[in-house]
């Protein structure tokens, strides 16, 4: 079935699909009053799309099983050779991996917009921005009033202030239950402590990546990739920590972003171990270059060759040959 849905952009850098067809005259950039899993709050409508239900109802049930199954996690560590990666790579992998295994998956979920935003909403919006903000500030002191070893970063109070939402991070499990009675008894409402990761850390502060453009995290909007070591792996690069991690620590994002182009420009490419003959010299595929097409061979005389793919042509009994003058 084929429906036609809102995305909205709310809380920071969350989007999330809404149903819309019971709202009249809705329009890009409106704002509405929306009821997400965590409450009521105001977002704002960033375009429209039509969609499968059905295929999306599928993609979940599949998602779901390669959470649980972790099916990823083996296809990765069967296809790369463990020497060739640092003790601290394995670590920062690994906490990626486990942090996939944790995140409820509800990227596809379809939630229900209640309302157009009228003035009353918004106003009652930029009150709770001010007050979240005051919030953060007495948070901070109760804190250090706990001596609690941890990093208050952001606040939020719900539209119908139902719930007051401090995010944190810290370097291990903390026990904040002394610190929630002392925050519900001070602003009379629901209190929720949630502990982040350091990628939406980074995400929250913003900065540059070594590309030197601003972070993917913070461009790219919506819930955070699972990136493997595969990935960078994939695309040709050095399994150095310092080259393939960003600024939260982790494995960069734009591993993520890119790996899908990557493996579909080297689909039709030879593998690496690739057996050839060049210029009636026996070779091997050493390396590939998909963005240029260019393959590395070396020769059986150890001799270290570009060549572009199209210059490969297959034999009558099925052999890769490549008669041309080298680079």
Same mark, same amino acid.
């Given at each position: 079935?084929?429906?036609?849905?809102?995305?909205?952009?709310?809380?920071?850098?969350?989007?999330? *699909?809404?149903?819309?067809?019971?709202?009249?005259?809705?329009?890009?950039? &409106?704002?509405?009053?929306?009821? @997400?899993?965590?409450?009521?709050?105001?977002? +704002?409508?960033?375009?429209?799309?039509?969609?499968?239900?059905? %295929?999306?109802?599928?993609?979940?049930?599949?998602?779901?099983?390669?959470?649980?199954?972790? &099916?990823?996690?083996?296809?990765?560590?069967? @296809?790369?050779?463990?020497?060739?990666?640092?003790?601290?790579?394995? &670590?920062?992998?690994?906490?990626?991996?486990?942090?996939?295994?944790?995140?409820?998956?509800?990227?596809?979920?379809?939630?229900?917009?209640?309302?157009?935003?009228?003035?009353?909403?918004?106003?009652?919006?930029?009150?709770?921005?001010?007050?979240?903000?005051?919030?953060?500030?007495?948070?901070?002191?109760?804190?250090?009033?706990?001596?609690?070893? %941890?990093?208050?970063?952001?606040?939020?109070?719900?539209?119908?202030?139902?719930? %007051?939402?401090?995010?944190?991070?810290?370097?291990?499990?903390? &026990?904040?239950?002394?610190?929630?009675?002392?925050? $519900?008894? +001070?602003? *009379?409402?629901?209190?929720?402590?949630?502990?982040?990761?350091?990628?939406?850390?980074?995400?929250?502060?913003?900065?540059?990546?070594?590309?030197?453009?601003?972070? !993917? !995290?913070?461009?790219?909007?919506?819930?955070?990739?699972?990136?493997?070591?595969?990935?960078?792996?994939?695309?040709?690069?050095?399994?150095? @920590?310092?080259?393939?991690?960003?600024?939260?620590?982790?494995?960069?994002?734009?591993? $993520? +972003?890119?790996?899908?182009?990557?493996?579909?420009?080297?689909?039709?490419?030879?593998?690496?171990?690739?057996?050839?003959?060049?210029?009636?010299?026996?070779?091997?595929?050493?390396?590939?270059?998909?963005?240029?097409?260019?393959?590395?061979?070396? @020769?059986?005389?150890?001799?270290?060759?570009?060549?572009?793919?199209?210059?490969?042509?297959?034999?009558?009994?099925?052999?890769?040959?490549?008669?041309?003058?080298?680079?």
């Amino acid at each position: 079935m084929i429906k036609n849905i809102a995305h909205i952009k709310f809380r920071g850098s969350n989007i999330g *699909k809404f149903e819309h067809l019971h709202i009249e005259n809705i329009k890009v950039k &409106d704002a509405c009053v929306i009821e @997400t899993d965590e409450g009521v709050e105001i977002g +704002h409508v960033l375009n429209f799309e039509d969609i499968d239900v059905d %295929l999306l109802e599928e993609e979940n049930n599949i998602n779901s099983d390669n959470i649980e199954n972790n &099916d990823e996690i083996h296809e990765d560590n069967e @296809t790369i050779n463990e020497e060739e990666i640092s003790e601290e790579l394995k &670590d920062i992998a690994a906490e990626e991996e486990n942090n996939s295994v944790k995140v409820k998956n509800n990227k596809n979920k379809i939630f229900n917009i209640l309302r157009i935003a009228d003035e009353k909403d918004l106003e009652q919006y930029r009150i709770n921005m001010e007050d979240a903000a005051e919030a953060f500030k007495i948070c901070k002191e109760k804190v250090n009033n706990h001596n609690l070893d %941890l990093k208050l970063i952001s606040s939020y109070y719900f539209l119908d202030r139902a719930k %007051l939402l401090f995010e944190f991070i810290a370097e291990e499990r903390i &026990d904040f239950r002394e610190l929630v009675k002392d925050l $519900a008894a +001070h602003f *009379k409402t629901r209190i929720e402590l949630r502990q982040i990761g350091v990628r939406d850390e980074a995400r929250s502060i913003g900065g540059c990546g070594i590309c030197g453009r601003e972070l !993917c !995290c913070k461009v790219i909007k919506g819930k955070f990739e699972t990136i493997t070591i595969k990935m960078a792996k994939e695309q040709g690069m050095l399994l150095n @920590t310092m080259k393939i991690s960003g600024q939260c620590g982790r494995l960069m994002c734009c591993l $993520a +972003h890119e790996y899908k182009a990557y493996c579909a420009l080297k689909k039709d490419l030879p593998k690496v171990g690739t057996k050839l003959v060049f210029n009636n010299v026996p070779a091997v595929i050493k390396e590939l270059n998909p963005l240029n097409k260019k393959l590395l061979i070396e @020769t059986e005389d150890k001799r270290l060759i570009y060549i572009s793919v199209s210059d490969l042509k297959t034999n009558e009994e099925g052999f890769l040959i490549a008669n041309i003058k080298a680079e």
